[in-house]
């Protein structure tokens, strides 16, 4: 929502630019409706909004991102059918859009159809296998179809590529078939190893941060100090003593800890986001390399890298989310299209890469003055 201002405020050459701008920029009334439904969504005012997309829709049907939003806000005010209908107007445009698979799933998830909704949420994670969500949710209907271990599998993915989903599955309802086995208890345990590590040592503390039990909280520690990952120091506090759990110290060395003072953190601690940022800046000279040399196959092979989680996927998302959406795209052209796609879009792959080892540049020199 616009703010008002003073006269004063305004410039001279407002009403000029404004001008300027509707003549320059083709999309400026398509995206003036897109911009309006995305501030009337997050007022939840779901039907305004979904007018708002339906003119952004019909100034250029083709808008993926309108279409994508129109049936978001269509599902959350009951319309599954109407949901339905845009995004699978959104795969007539790109049947690979993962957004709109995963999106498809929880409308199945909705009507109790978990069949389906794995169906589409494994088609999402082809697109897309970085997409913590999609596993996640494909971790869910995996757990109400009773399938324990492709649910504890999956549940495993989406972790590795963001561990709050860990934080996340330990209060979800969908998990209550997976609760006993023992995969799942290791999860509680990242989640007890995850509260610690980012500052909170007390039992009341980890039960408050993660909204675990108290017995949950204190199986998962005692678990964690038989492997060695945690230790137990007691403290005085006053006339009491009181048991605090850290980090073990080889562990602290390789994850990074946070220590949290009155008035919240102080002092951070992360070597491995400095060796992560180096490597990324490794990873694009190499990737860089193979688009001047024009080997498509060969720069299909280094985009992997940045794409697939058991290399630097995992680490693209949480420092590179844009940028990590970006080059998906690009390889999924790119593997399609081939050398002349290649060509074409040289120089804009380029320039992505370039915009990303700047900024992973940046990052690692804050890193290392921070930490000095």
């Not at 593997?335 to 990052?363: C, G, P, V, W």
Request: one cysteine or more; aromatic letters at 6%.
């Amino acid at each position: 929502m616009d703010l008002p201002k003073n006269k004063g405020d305004e410039p001279t050459t407002s009403v000029d630019v404004s001008k300027e701008s509707k003549l320059v920029d083709p999309n400026y009334a398509r995206d003036k409706m897109y911009k309006k439904g995305v501030n009337l969504m997050a007022d939840e005012k779901m039907e305004d909004a979904a007018r708002a997309f339906e003119g952004a829709i019909q100034i250029d049907p083709g808008h993926v991102e309108s279409l994508l939003k129109l049936g978001y806000a269509r599902f959350h005010m009951g319309d599954l059918a109407g949901a339905m209908e845009s995004y699978n107007k959104v795969h007539e445009i790109d049947v690979t859009n993962s957004e709109a698979w995963n999106l498809k799933g929880l409308i199945h998830y909705r009507q109790k159809n978990y069949e389906k909704a794995l169906e589409c949420v494994e088609k999402a994670i082809e697109t897309n296998p970085t997409d913590g969500m999609s596993w996640y949710n494909k971790s869910c209907y995996h757990s109400l179809l009773n399938q324990i271990p492709e649910s504890i599998e999956a549940l495993k993915r989406s972790i590795e590529i963001d561990v709050k989903n860990a934080k996340k599955a330990v209060r979800d309802k969908d998990f209550e078939n997976v609760r006993a086995d023992e995969g799942y208890r290791r999860i509680v345990e990242v989640v007890v190893l995850e509260s610690i590590r980012q500052g909170y040592h007390k039992v009341g503390q980890i039960v408050w941060t993660t909204m675990l039990g108290k017995l949950e909280v204190e199986d998962a520690a005692r678990k964690l100090l038989e492997k060695g990952l945690l230790v137990k120091v007691e403290k005085n506090i006053g006339l009491t003593k009181v048991d605090e759990y850290e980090i073990a110290p080889e562990l602290a060395a390789k994850i990074g800890v946070e220590k949290k003072g009155l008035f919240g953190t102080t002092k951070k601690i992360n070597p491995l986001l400095v060796q992560h940022l180096k490597e990324i800046s490794e990873a694009i000279h190499a990737v860089k390399s193979a688009i001047e040399k024009g080997d498509v196959e060969d720069v299909l092979a280094k985009m992997d890298v940045f794409i697939d989680p058991s290399k630097k996927g995992a680490q693209m998302i949480e420092h590179f989310f844009e940028e990590h959406r970006d080059i998906r795209f690009f390889r999924i052209r790119l593997a399609d299209k081939r050398y002349e796609y290649l060509q074409t879009n040289k120089q804009k792959m380029l320039d992505l890469f370039d915009h990303i080892e700047s900024q992973a540049t940046k990052r690692l020199r804050n890193e290392t003055v921070g930490s000095a």
